[in-house]
Antibody
Framework: QVQLVESGGGVVQPGMSLRLSCAAS????????MHWVRQAPGKGLEWMSF????????SYAESLKGRLTISRDNSKNTLYLQMNSLRSEDTAVYFC?????????WGQGTLVIVSS | DVQMTQSPSSLSASVGDRVTIACRAS??????LAWYQQQPGKVPKLLIY???TLQSGVPSRFSGSGSGTDFTLTISGLQPEDVATYYC?????????FGQGTKLEIK
């Protein structure tokens, strides 16, 4: 079955950068669009970014544009998210997700805490 | 960018009740609308896509309707396991924004 396993979370200082990874299995990774979605503690879902199945197109939430880079390595079945200039408000659980439009599969998430 | 607004933000209903949650898009999105359920402590789950198509395995008491800017999620016969926060999402054009969520509790 579909498995999405995020990694790379942890405690980081404000202003630092972080790269999250998502290892995919159980489906043809190179045939599916992928997303990153985050959820701050006690808050709602925030869509962050999307990348087309072949990496040819991507998009970012307007509020995060300029600080994010989404990428994928189809030879490794892995999705990435590079986040720069981290702030306290970036503290959240970060989900890797699969879907062409609607998101049909989610990882368990990785927690990022931005704190000095 | 399309903004998604849900109402109400929270509601309380009794087991067996019919529950309706509304979602409004700031501009027309045809039927590119999905609904998700997030039970406490769990990962979100896709309930409905294309505004009204039930995802495989989702109980038939869930239904969706609408097109353009106004959409509705209906639960016909509320069950205790339906306690959750429900989100709508636009996927007409990126950014694929979510609504702010509707928290559903049992009376």
């Amino acid at each position: 079955q579909v498995q999405l396993v995020e990694s790379g979370g942890g405690v980081v200082q404000p202003g630092m950068s972080l790269r999250l990874s998502c290892a995919a299995s159980g489906f043809m990774f190179n045939a599916h669009d992928m997303h990153w979605v985050r959820q701050a503690p006690g808050k709602g879902l925030e869509w962050m970014s999307f990348i087309r199945y072949d990496g040819s197109r991507h998009s970012y939430a307007e509020s995060l544009k300029g600080r994010l880079t989404i990428s994928r390595d189809n030879s490794k079945n892995t999705l990435y998210l590079q986040m720069n200039s981290l702030r306290s408000e970036d503290t959240a659980v970060y989900f890797c997700a699969k879907g062409y439009g609607a998101i049909d599969s989610w990882g368990q998430g990785t927690l990022v805490i931005v704190s000095s | 960018d399309v903004q998604m607004t849900q109402s109400p933000s929270s509601l309380s209903a009794s087991v067996g009740d019919r529950v309706t949650i509304a979602c409004r898009a700031s501009q027309g999105i045809s039927t590119y609308l999905a609904w998700y359920q997030q039970q406490p402590g769990k990962v979100p789950k896709l309930l409905i896509y294309s505004a009204s198509t039930l995802q495989s395995g989702v109980p038939s008491r869930f239904s969706g309707s609408g097109s353009g800017t106004d959409f509705t999620l209906t639960i016909s016969g509320l069950q205790p396991e339906d306690v959750a926060t429900y989100y709508c999402q636009n996927y007409r054009n990126a950014p694929y924004s979510f609504g702010q969520g509707t928290k559903l509790e049992i009376k």
